[in-house]
Structures are given as structure tokens and as C-alpha cells.
Nanobody
Framework: QVQLVESGGGLVQAGGSLRLSCAAS????????MGWFRQAPGKEREFVSV???????????YYADSVRGRFTISRDNGKNTVYLQMNSLKPEDTAVYYC???????????????????WGQGTQVTVSS
């Protein structure tokens, strides 16, 4: 079992920045793909970013087109924590942001919510115009 706890959400003006954190416990953190998803009111939960540990002190990172160049995902395996640095925030980034985990395996990373076994409770991000 993996427990995930997000933090760092809040209210920010358009153009501002926030950093989300997700602390994990329960299993070997480096074996897991760690993803961020978000869900706006009335919309389906959507992929934001995912990181997979590559070894040798490096990790792969993948992004949705809507956030590429503005958001940066990173992980600290020593702290069992994944981060999402969000810059140049837009009102359309307003959503509840969820952290998720799945065993990395040998296949490609997945942007599908159904592929993830563990979820945090979510943290609200509100971007005002």
C-alpha cells in the first residue's frame, strides 16, 4: 500500500507560481511512476505530468501539452516526495490537483488515470485573472 499526501495548493494571481508537493509512504518510492493530474469543476480528471526514475540520479519527465514549458515535475527519492513547480499560471489551470502512483514496470509511461493504483486526496489550486 502507498499513501500519498499533497500540499502546496492555494490562491494565486495569473502569471504567478506555486509549488505542489506530494509525500509518499509505504513502498520503495523509486520503483513508482509518480504523476500529477487535475480536475476542474464539471470536467474529467486529466493528466498533467509524470516522472519515472531512470537511475543514476536522473528521471524521465513527461508533460501534457497544456502545461509543457510552464510546469516542471521533479522527485526526491531520499524524501519520498514528488514536486510540481507551476509557473506562469493561468485561470484555466484552476483545478484540484491530485498526486498518483503506479509501479513503473517496463512499459511506457501512462497518462491514463486508470493506470494509477494510488491517489492522494487532492489540493486546490485557484488562479485568479
Amino acid at each position: 500500500q502507498v499513501q500519498l499526501v499533497e500540499s502546496g495548493g492555494g490562491l494565486v494571481q495569473a502569471g504567478g507560481s506555486l509549488r505542489l508537493s506530494c509525500a509518499a509512504s509505504g513502498r520503495t518510492f523509486s520503483n513508482y511512476d509518480m504523476g500529477w493530474f487535475r480536475q476542474a469543476p464539471g470536467k474529467e480528471r486529466e493528466f498533467v505530468s509524470v516522472t519515472r526514475w531512470r537511475g543514476g540520479g536522473t528521471a524521465y519527465a513527461y508533460y501534457a501539452d497544456s502545461v509543457r514549458g510552464r510546469f516542471t515535475i521533479s522527485r526526491d527519492n531520499g524524501k519520498n516526495t514528488v514536486y510540481l513547480q507551476m509557473n506562469s499560471l493561468k485561470p484555466e489551470d484552476t483545478a484540484v490537483y491530485y498526486c498518483a502512483a503506479r509501479l513503473a514496470g517496463t512499459g511506457p509511461y501512462s497518462p491514463d488515470t486508470k493506470s494509477y493504483d494510488y491517489w492522494g486526496q487532492g489540493t486546490q489550486v485557484t488562479v485568479s485573472s
